[in-house]
């Protein structure tokens, strides 16, 4: 079956310093691979989505950046952290067309 | 511009009572729609679905209701269990429109069932 891991699942980090998350997916190849936040308060908006190794096509324009290195891997990344890149970072995986989004556990950051 | 609306941010329902939860969409292209269950501190889990083709789908206890005039689907929990309680989450995507799948959620109904 298959799995999505994600982490870490906390993370604290000051204002200004870089940020990385790491996403793989377990037991399926070529998944399509997507990154989406949850702010305090607001629902699910996407950030990036990627259809392959190297393909990310990006939502919103903000300080972020992600990256897929390798089939099943998606890295989001951030050279300066703001204090509004806080929330709540979830990674989802799908595969075929017309079945759903399976999300990780998510990564709770607090800029301070 | 929110193409998915949750009006509801809370909904309160007694155990074994029906809880129903609305969604209204304003994008005529969406043709696919989904409901996710979100404990804290987890991801969301995907509970059911329904294509535009269709005007209801039933799951065990979940029911989704789909309405395209009027733009708005509903989910049913018959019958409410403590163990509902959670955020749900409505999402809806255009699949006709390509390979470039995107879900666009709304913003959460807090579920909560009373024992």
């Known amino acids: 079956s298959q799995t999505i891991h994600q982490w870490p699942a906390t993370l604290v980090q000051p204002v200004g310093s870089p940020l990385s998350l790491e996403c793989t997916v377990e037991g399926t190849s070529n998944p399509n691979l997507y990154w989406y936040r949850q702010a305090a308060g607001r629902g699910l908006q996407l950030l990036f989505y990627s259809v392959g190794i190297g393909q990310i096509s990006s939502e919103v324009p903000q300080n972020l950046s992600a990256s897929r290195p390798q089939d099943r891997q998606f890295i989001l990344s951030s050279k300066k952290l703001l204090l509004s890149d806080s929330g709540f970072y979830l990674c989802?995986?799908?595969?075929?067309?017309?079945?759903?989004?399976?999300f990780g556990n998510g990564t709770r950051l607090t800029v301070t | 511009d929110q193409q998915v609306k949750q009006n509801s941010p809370s909904l309160s329902v007694q155990e074994g009572r029906i809880s129903i939860l609305n969604c209204d969409y304003t994008?005529?292209?969406?043709?696919?729609f989904l409901w996710y269950k979100k404990y804290p501190a987890e991801g969301p889990t995907f509970l059911i679905s329904i294509s535009s083709i269709k005007d209801k789908n039933e799951d065990g206890r979940f029911t989704v209701f789909l309405n395209k005039s009027a733009k708005h689907l509903s989910l049913h929990i018959v019958p409410s269990q403590p163990g509902d309680s959670a955020v749900y989450f409505c999402a809806a995507s255009n699949l006709s429109g390509g390979s470039n799948y995107k879900l666009t959620f709304g913003k959460g109904t807090l579920l909560t069932v009373n024992p």
């Open positions: 994008n005529s292209m969406f043709d696919y």
């Open positions: 989802a995986w799908r595969g075929d067309r017309a079945s759903p989004l399976h």
